[in-house]
């Protein structure tokens, strides 16, 4: 056997180097792929990834359990998508993550032969007891885009607008819709409307299009012995709606939120 010339102790030295090395790539990689998404230099976080709905949970009562699909990821858009023999309760897609003051801006594409509601949920939560989402909402209404941008509360002791303040669903009328509304349905082309929702303190402005619709001063109720008992109006999930009953087909993109304060 030849003789191995190199002392000992650099040999275990250098053995120690090289297996050192082999390994610090991976200790790397595994340590970056821990690590938490991080808001871009802007402060803007995506919440949809274009691909999965990781950061996304769906809640519905315990007998829709098997229509969760109901919610799924399609040509890079998250889509509701229920035909009219589905029968269901409210289906919903929250953020796993909570959220109070922010900036929330996302594309919206409906159809006008497709007539089912849909929402979009801020500062809300759902009760897993209760089965009910509390919390403010953004209308999304293909039937009657003119209503898009609208702000109710789904909070179970309340189910009433906020903006316009008229009391019950029915009561909106076309004629609250501000001059030089836009909602362009995707029939026979590729369009997507433009959703923004700021929610800074107890104040919520919907601009859709480019268009103001809603400028909400909810001081005394979003914030009232009600909303803070369920803990939301102030703080809470981000939620996407399938309303029950009609057909729906609504598809939701470029979703990211950008924290205030």
């Known amino acids: 056997m030849k003789q191995n010339n190199c002392p000992a102790g650099l040999f275990n030295r250098s053995l120690a180097w090289l297996v050192l090395g082999a390994l610090c790539p991976i200790a790397l990689t595994a340590a970056v792929s821990a690590a938490p998404a991080k808001p871009a230099a802007s402060g803007w976080i995506d919440l949809f990834d274009g691909k999965s709905l990781d950061g996304w949970v769906v809640k519905c009562r315990p007998e829709d359990n098997n229509k969760r699909d109901c919610w799924r990821v399609e040509r890079g858009t998250i889509t509701a998508r229920a035909d ?17 003051n922010f900036e929330l801006r996302l594309k919206v ?22 089965h009910w989402l509390d919390g403010p909402q953004v209308d999304i209404h293909p039937a009657g885009p003119w209503r898009c941008g609208f702000i109710y509360d789904e909070t179970r002791e309340v189910k009433a607008w906020l903006w316009p303040d008229v009391g019950g669903p029915a009561n909106a009328k076309p004629s609250h819709a501000p001059a030089g509304w836009k909602w362009t349905h995707a029939d026979g082309q590729d369009a997507w409307n433009d959703v923004r929702v700021i929610c800074d303190g107890p104040r919520i402005k919907t601009i859709i299009n480019g268009v103001t619709v809603a400028d909400y001063d909810g001081r005394g109720r979003l914030d009232d012995a009600v909303h803070r008992k369920h803990r939301v109006g102030m703080t809470g999930h981000i939620g996407l ?6 057909e729906i087909l609504v598809r939701f993109k470029d979703i990211r939120i950008r924290p205030l304060r």
């Open 109 to 130: 594409q409906t159809y006008a032969n497709v007539k089912g509601n849909s929402g979009i949920q801020v500062r809300s939560r759902y009760d897993d007891q209760a």
């Open 84 to 100: 009219k023999r589905t029968r269901h309760n409210y289906i919903w897609l929250l953020t796993g993550r909570e959220f109070d």
């Open 241 to 246: 709606q399938i309303h029950p009953g009609a």
